[in-house]
Nanobody
Framework: QVQLVESGGGLVQAGGSLRLSCAAS????????MGWFRQAPGKEREFVAA????????YYTDSVKGRFTISRDNAKNTMYLQMNSLKPEDTAIYYC?????????????????WGQGTQVTVSS
């Protein structure tokens, strides 16, 4: 069984920063593909960023490129999403997710494991 727990959300003014964490447990994650998704009220869950747990090239949705950075600390079994220059349109519940292949990394329906989500609210 895989457990994912997000933390680090909160309320921030536009232009500010937050760092989300995703603590993973229950498996050896070196062969897992990890992703961040977000969901705003009334909208479909949206891909934000993804990376192999063991490293490699990260992928981002266009709207966060240059502002968000995905990373992981293998020793701590934790993945991060550093979010800078936040905008009101970044407001959403942010989820971390995991799956065992890189195919369709931006499709939330392909992920097997999910955290409970953490709220990010950006005020204008």
């Amino acid at each position: 069984q895989v457990q994912l727990v997000e933390s680090g959300g909160g309320l921030v003014q536009a232009g500010g920063s937050l760092r989300l964490s995703c603590a993973a447990s229950g498996r050896t994650f070196s062969s897992y593909y990890m992703g961040w998704f977000r969901q705003a009220p009334g909208k479909e869950r949206e891909f934000v960023a993804a990376i192999w747990w063991s490293g490699g090239v990260p992928y981002y949705t266009d709207s966060v490129k240059g502002r968000f950075t995905i990373s992981r600390d293998n020793a701590k079994n934790t993945m991060y999403l550093q979010m800078n220059s936040l905008k009101p349109e970044d407001t959403a519940i942010y989820y971390c997710a995991a799956k065992t292949s890189a195919y369709y990394y931006s499709d939330y329906r392909r992920y097997n494991y999910w955290g409970q989500g953490t709220q990010v609210t950006v005020s204008s």
